[in-house]
């Protein structure tokens, strides 16, 4: 089963202590338990997929270990990322923990004003990787509390009607374990889509400028 998440709910009780989460939602309206075969930040939306036993569950997670999954989400930044690169850069495996590889693959699609929407591909897997990784090309995401800038995250909220994480998973494709392969894609959430038509009345498309 694969679900559009919205923005503000956990995947996962466990990853936040409250009593509303995805997993229960989805449980609830399929009346069984449900498998998560990965997650996103509360503060995201878009694609996630579960399985309804543990052998899908197993087979899906065995799948994505060994091929991986090509996972695409589209961000609204501040700041303008290079037209495309492919970003190595070690991120705490958790906070406190020792650095581990992390990669992903972005792409600037749009900019207006000092804001870009950009796609991006996490190859890893890492905690807020994407997060991370665009702080550290200076161009951190809208609506970040952790890694953004909250001058900008209040511009958003105020002229935008932006009050969340300015991130969507849009595609996931991995290998089926019953052959083939599994594509799904997912539309840009409401909100995100108003702020970018928003963004594109009230700023010019910015020149372009070398990373």
């Known amino acids: 089963m694969v679900v559009d998440k ?3 709910v956990a995947t996962h009780r466990g990853w936040a202590d ?3 989460a995805l997993l229960q939602r989805v449980r ?3 009346d069984k338990y449900v498998y ?3 997650r996103l930040d509360r503060g995201a939306s878009g694609i996630v997929l579960f399985a309804l036993d543990k052998e899908a569950a197993r087979a899906f997670t065995d799948s994505w270990m060994a091929h991986g999954a090509d996972k695409r989400y589209l961000a609204i930044t501040r700041g303008h990322p290079p037209d ?3 970003l190595d850069h070690p991120v705490p495996k958790a906070p406190g923990e020792d650095r581990v590889d992390a990669i992903t693959e ?5 900019t207006f ?3 870009a929407l950009v796609e991006a591909r996490p190859i890893t897997g890492r905690l807020h990787q994407i997060r991370r990784h665009l702080k ?3 161009c951190p995401l809208i609506g970040d509390v952790r890694y953004g800038k909250g001058e900008h995250n209040r511009i958003f909220r105020t002229e935008h009607a932006l009050h969340r994480l300015a991130l969507h998973c849009t595609s996931l494709s991995l290998p089926h374990p019953d052959g083939g392969q599994l594509v799904v894609e997912c539309p840009l959430a409401e909100d995100l889509q108003a702020a970018l038509v928003s963004c594109r009345a009230a700023y010019p498309a910015a020149p372009v400028s070398s990373p």
């Open 28 to 30: 609830d309206a399929v």
């Open 113 to 115: 004003g000092r804001y």
């Open 36 to 38: 998560p075969i990965h």
């Open 136 to 138: 550290h090309l200076a």
């Open 18 to 20: 409250d009593d509303d």
């Open 106 to 110: 972005i792409w600037r699609k749009e």
């Open 84 to 86: 495309h690169i492919r």
């Open 6 to 8: 919205p923005s503000g």
